[in-house]
């Protein structure tokens, strides 16, 4: 079992920034990935980080959203600017072992209990 623990969620009005954080034993040795929920709607990947190295976006974030990995802190971080009421949600943080080159829940097994971003 994979303890993911998300931190870094708040309130922040439109046009701000917020970094969130996840943190897990060993990350690089899995997929990692953010997650997120509006009220209402289904699950919606932002963005993955592959054991590789390799990054992929979802389009509504791409050159808004950054995803790194600090293998020093044991941490995922999402570092999000430009935030935008549509970016409102709950953020889960995601670890697995497939990649299927796309942003799937199916690919992620364990999960985090997730943390509230609002953007007003």
């Known amino acids: 079992h994979v303890q993911l623990v998300e931190s870094g969620g708040g309130s922040v009005q439109a046009g701000g920034s917020l970094t969130l954080s996840c943190e897990a034993a060993?990350?690089?040795?899995?997929?990692m990935a953010w997650f997120r929920q509006a009220p209402g709607k289904e699950r919606e990947g932002v963005a993955r980080f592959n054991v590789d190295g390799t990054r992929t976006y979802a389009d509504s974030v791409k050159g808004r959203f950054t995803i790194s990995l600090d293998n020093a802190k044991n941490t995922l971080n999402l570092q999000m600017t430009s935030l935008a009421p549509e970016d409102t949600a709950v953020y889960y943080c995601?670890?697995?072992?497939?990649?299927?080159?796309?942003?799937?829940?199916?690919?992620?097994?364990?999960w985090g209990q997730g943390t509230q971003v609002t953007v007003s």
């Open positions: 060993f990350p690089s040795a899995y997929h």
């Open positions: 995601a670890a697995g072992f497939q990649n299927s080159g796309d942003l799937r829940t199916a690919d992620f097994r364990y």
